[in-house]
């Protein structure tokens, strides 16, 4: 396996609620990326962070936010949850920050269910 | 248009057969190349790089031709466990956030 542990493995909310989704990066690992894989589709970049600092952003609106300790693990939050949050969602830890092309290792993923 | 763009099958073969996925890319710019494999319901894994002057893995071969920014993965001799969706992938911008294609959705046939 990778190393990368998420938690929890699947949430169920309703419409409005919040969500908190957790990842553990590989042991070395300062890297931390969020994708979101809707079903039938491939996963999109939400962000990445690199030092507990936001490294780049895809295309998510605001309610989208994140975090990073420094013993690199991350959060991912999600405000005013719609419908369309209905995914699965992956992070994926790398040894150093868009400086190279390092390989990314993903984790299982918590599956979140919007109501 | 999509950044990458795939057939999203499925592809529907018997144990033995040899495959083609093919994929196209949209950005010239794109750096790294890469096809992954996801299992119902799990992770995406890496399956392996993809690289200009081709790479072989076993009974799996990638090519990239980047003057037509297009990718592609050829299974020989298919096994049943190859059953899986694959991913086609590049990496863009400063992050080298990964761009994934839809998947292409292989089952293979006893």
């Known amino acids: 396996e990778t190393g990368v542990t998420q938690s929890p493995t699947h949430l169920i909310k309703t419409r409005g609620q919040q969500v908190t989704l957790r990842c553990s990066s590989q042991s070395g690992h300062n890297t931390v990326s969020w994708y979101q894989q809707a079903l039938g589709q491939g996963p999109q970049f939400i962000f990445q962070?690199?030092?507990?600092?936001?490294?780049g952003r895809g295309n998510f609106p605001p309610r989208f936010s994140g975090l990073q300790f420094p013993n690199y693990s991350s959060e991912l939050n999600v405000n005013a949850l719609e419908l369309d949050d209905s995914a699965l969602y992956l992070c994926?830890?790398?040894?150093?920050?868009?400086?190279?092309?390092?390989?990314?290792?993903f984790g299982p993923g918590t599956r979140l269910l919007v109501l | 248009r999509k950044e990458v763009e795939q057939d999203p099958g499925p592809f529907n073969v018997p144990e033995g057969a040899t495959v083609a996925f093919n994929c196209t890319y949209s950005n010239s710019a794109s750096q790294s190349f890469f096809w992954y494999r996801q299992d119902c319901r799990k992770e995406p894994k890496l399956l392996m790089s993809v690289y200009s002057s081709g790479n072989e893995d076993g009974r799996f071969t990638a090519q990239l031709n980047r003057a037509s920014q297009y990718i592609s993965l050829l299974i020989r001799d298919s096994k049943l466990s190859d059953s899986a969706t694959y991913l086609c992938?590049?990496?863009?911008?400063?992050?080298?956030?990964?761009?994934f294609g839809t998947g292409t959705l292989l089952a293979v046939q006893p």
């Open positions: 992938v590049v990496t863009g911008g400063a992050t080298n956030k990964l761009i």
């Open positions: 962070y690199y030092r507990e600092e936001e490294n």
């Open positions: 994926a830890s790398s040894p150093r920050g868009g400086a190279g092309q390092e390989t990314q290792y």
